[in-house]
């Protein structure tokens, strides 16, 4: 059964940091890519960083850059996502979801591309 859980969300100032992760099981972890989500309330998913396991590249969307880090532990079939500088505008639900890392040319792949999603953890940043 495929598996992925996201955690690490919570309340923060801004300002200040989360790491989130996104843990996965049962699919080849170095086969696919991770990418990672957000969904704010009355607005659309947005995914913004991804990373492929196979070799490690990885990619930001313009509104993250420079302050989120996204990393792999192929050893531990985990995804994590270290986000500094957070704003207000960052609170939303968080999730991540797995692609075929072949998929990943250029730049992360359109949502409706990635194969497995799991759930969501909220982050919430206080002005």
């Known amino acids: 059964e495929v598996q992925l859980q996201a955690s690490g969300g919570g309340l923060v100032q801004a300002g200040g940091s989360l790491r989130l992760s996104c843990k996965a099981s049962g699919f080849t972890f170095d086969e696919y890519a991770i990418g990672w989500f957000r969904q704010a309330p009355g607005k659309e998913r947005e995914g913004f960083s991804c990373i492929s396991n196979s070799d490690g590249r990885k990619y930001y969307a313009d509104s993250v850059k420079g302050r989120f880090t996204i990393s792999s532990d192929n050893a531990k079939n985990t995804v994590y996502l270290r986000m500094n500088s957070l704003k207000p505008e960052d609170t939303a639900v968080y999730s991540c979801?797995?692609?075929?890392?072949?998929?990943?040319?250029?730049?992360?792949?359109?949502?409706?591309?990635?194969?497995?999603w799991g759930q969501g953890t909220q982050v919430t940043v206080s002005s």
């Open positions: 979801a797995a692609v075929l890392a072949v998929a990943v040319v250029g730049a992360c792949p359109e949502i409706y591309e990635y194969d497995y």
